[in-house]
C-alpha cells in the first residue's frame, strides 16, 4: 500500500484532475485570485495556469506531496509570477497571520484529515477583507445518492488517499468563522457519487 499511495495514486490524482470537467471548474475560480495567494492542495500544479498573472503578486503552493511538487515546478518555472512550494499539509501553515490576500483551495477539503484545523488555519492567515476561493466535490443534496455515497465512502477513502465523498462543504466552511458571499453547486460529471461540486468565494466574518 505504501508503494500504491507514494508512486502510483500521485500519479492518477493527476491523471484524473486534469479532465475537461475540473478544467471547466478551475477557469470558474482561479482568475479571481488576488495578490499574495496560498494554495492549499497545491498537487501538480493544475490551477496554475489559470492564475491571472497580472493579479498576481506571489503564490506559496502547500502541499505535502513531494511527487506531485516535481510536476507543479515544472508548471511554475514558466510563470511570471514566483512560487514558493510547502511541503505541508493544510493543518500546518507556516504563514504568520493576516499575511495572505487570497486562500485558495480545490479538490482538497475532501481529502485533509483534519479539515476543521486546516479552516481555521486559512481564516488565521487571512487578512482582513481577504477571499477564500474554493471549488470542491461532496456530499450530494439528493437523498439516495448521499446514502451510497455513506455506504462506499470507507472503502472510497482507503483506495484515494484519504478522499470523502460525503462532506457537508458549505458547512464546514462557515463553521470555520467564514461568510460565503457566493456559492454555485451542481452536479459536473456522470458519476454522481464524486461529482457534486460546490465552488465560491467566502469572506472572514
Same mark, same amino acid.
Given at each position: 500500500?505504501?508503494?500504491?499511495?507514494?508512486?502510483?495514486?500521485?500519479?492518477?490524482?493527476?491523471?484524473?484532475?486534469?479532465?475537461?470537467?475540473?478544467?471547466? &471548474?478551475?477557469?470558474?475560480?482561479?482568475?479571481?485570485?488576488?495578490?499574495?495567494?496560498?494554495?492549499?492542495?497545491?498537487?501538480?500544479?493544475?490551477?496554475?495556469?489559470?492564475?491571472?498573472?497580472?493579479? =498576481?503578486?506571489?503564490?506559496?503552493?502547500?502541499?505535502?506531496?513531494?511527487?506531485? &511538487?516535481?510536476?507543479? !515546478?515544472?508548471?511554475?518555472?514558466?510563470?511570471?509570477?514566483?512560487?514558493?512550494?510547502?511541503?505541508?499539509?493544510?493543518? !500546518?501553515?507556516?504563514?504568520?497571520?493576516?499575511?495572505?490576500?487570497?486562500?485558495?483551495?480545490?479538490?482538497?477539503?475532501?481529502?485533509?484529515?483534519?479539515?476543521?484545523?486546516?479552516?481555521? !488555519?486559512?481564516?488565521?492567515?487571512?487578512?482582513?477583507?481577504?477571499?477564500?476561493?474554493?471549488?470542491?466535490?461532496?456530499?450530494?443534496?439528493?437523498?439516495?445518492?448521499?446514502?451510497? &455515497?455513506?455506504?462506499?465512502?470507507? =472503502?472510497?477513502?482507503?483506495? $484515494?488517499?484519504?478522499?470523502?465523498?460525503?462532506?457537508?462543504?458549505?458547512?464546514?466552511?462557515?463553521?470555520?468563522?467564514?461568510? =460565503?458571499?457566493?456559492?454555485?453547486?451542481?452536479?459536473?460529471?456522470?458519476?454522481?457519487?464524486? $461529482?457534486?461540486?460546490?465552488?465560491?468565494?467566502?469572506?472572514?466574518?
Amino acid at each position: 500500500m505504501k508503494f500504491y499511495n507514494t508512486y502510483i495514486l500521485p500519479r492518477l490524482t493527476h491523471w484524473v484532475c486534469s479532465g475537461k470537467e475540473f478544467k471547466n &471548474q478551475r477557469a470558474k475560480v482561479i482568475p479571481h485570485a488576488r495578490g499574495r495567494v496560498l494554495e492549499i492542495g497545491i498537487g501538480s500544479g493544475l490551477n496554475l495556469p489559470f492564475y491571472n498573472p497580472s493579479n =498576481i503578486d506571489f503564490v506559496w503552493g502547500l502541499d505535502p506531496s513531494k511527487q506531485l &511538487q516535481k510536476i507543479a !515546478e515544472k508548471k511554475a518555472g514558466v510563470l511570471p509570477f514566483n512560487v514558493e512550494f510547502i511541503g505541508l499539509s493544510g493543518e !500546518e501553515i507556516p504563514l504568520e497571520k493576516n499575511c495572505v490576500d487570497t486562500v485558495v483551495v480545490t479538490y482538497t477539503l475532501c481529502s485533509i484529515k483534519d479539515v476543521q484545523k486546516a479552516l481555521i !488555519e486559512m481564516n488565521r492567515v487571512l487578512k482582513p477583507g481577504g477571499k477564500l476561493i474554493f471549488c470542491e466535490h461532496g456530499k450530494a443534496p439528493d437523498d439516495h445518492i448521499s446514502r451510497w &455515497q455513506n455506504r462506499i465512502n470507507p =472503502i472510497w477513502k482507503s483506495v $484515494s488517499g484519504g478522499c470523502n465523498l460525503n462532506r457537508p462543504i458549505p458547512r464546514l466552511i462557515e463553521k470555520s468563522g467564514f461568510k =460565503i458571499n457566493n456559492l454555485d453547486m451542481a452536479y459536473i460529471g456522470r458519476f454522481k457519487l464524486a $461529482s457534486f461540486n460546490y465552488w465560491g468565494i467566502a469572506v472572514l466574518k
